[in-house]
């Protein structure tokens, strides 16, 4: 069984080039699912955000155009969303950092908010290092690898020369009025890039990290990720001798 740590955005809104400010948050088709499968394959999930503040749900992710206008997928996607109280009371990404806490994978759902908060946090930096280094696994989908950016040593990214993938330019919906389109920004900071077509499911996994590009590809993501912890707590036990306890 291994310890998965999700990390969410608390930040409610995001300034434009245009001086306007759009709200934001996480994107529940990109955390539902992802928590269910990791909590499926026996892990356990804690959940976290910068100061340990009440993430912030965008409720634009319910608009029916991401659902293929089906009522019903919605309903149920609030219902289960209901059902995970955790990400209204988090953890404090700041006082894991401090205390040494370790996880074996961390999982990075999207929605723009990642882009205010996460994308500047130290500490979410430090445990992504710290997961590395451990040899553990790291997850992120659509504007969720915002949250790697601070992962640096020596102000080199420890994800240069990398395959991975993020939301597409294709896909921003504010592409024009962004600061900084993500995939560019990661790209600058020396990530390989690289898309299949708007809304396909596409994930890229690259040694220790596994990328999606939006939220259809979050399932296929975090079942990647669930299997492969499974495998590794396998060989945990393998190399422990009989019995293993």
């Not at 709200?23 to 955390?31: C, D, K």
């Amino acid at each position: 069984m291994a310890k998965v740590l999700f990390v969410l955005t608390a930040a409610g809104e995001l300034a434009l080039n245009n001086g306007d400010r759009i709200p934001t948050g996480f994107r529940a088709q990109e955390f539902v699912p992802p928590h269910h499968i990791f909590l499926e394959h026996g892990h356990t999930i804690d959940i976290a955000t910068p100061k340990g503040k009440p993430a912030v749900l965008d409720e634009t992710c319910f608009e029916p155009a991401f659902h293929h206008h089906d009522s019903g997928r919605i309903a149920n996607l609030r219902e289960q969303l209901s059902g995970i109280e955790t990400w209204r009371t988090p953890l404090s990404l700041e006082r894991l950092a401090l205390t040494g806490a370790k996880y074996d994978a961390l999982f990075f759902p999207g929605g723009y908010g990642s882009m205010t908060d996460l994308i500047a946090s130290d500490a979410t930096g430090n445990l992504v290092k710290r997961t590395l280094a451990n040899g553990g696994l790291i997850g992120a989908v659509c504007h969720g690898p915002a949250g790697l950016v601070r992962a640096q040593q020596d102000e080199n990214w420890l994800f240069a020369g990398y395959q991975l993938t993020c939301c597409s330019p294709q896909e921003e919906q504010h592409a024009d009025t962004l600061p900084e389109l993500l995939a560019e920004h990661l790209a600058r900071l020396g990530g390989e890039l690289n898309f299949d077509a708007p809304d396909s499911e596409h994930i890229v996994i690259d040694r220790q990290l596994y990328t999606g590009q939006n939220a259809t590809s979050a399932e296929k993501l975090a079942f990647a990720m669930a299997r492969q912890l499974k495998k590794m707590g396998s060989l945990d036990k393998d190399a422990c001798g009989t019995p293993c306890t």
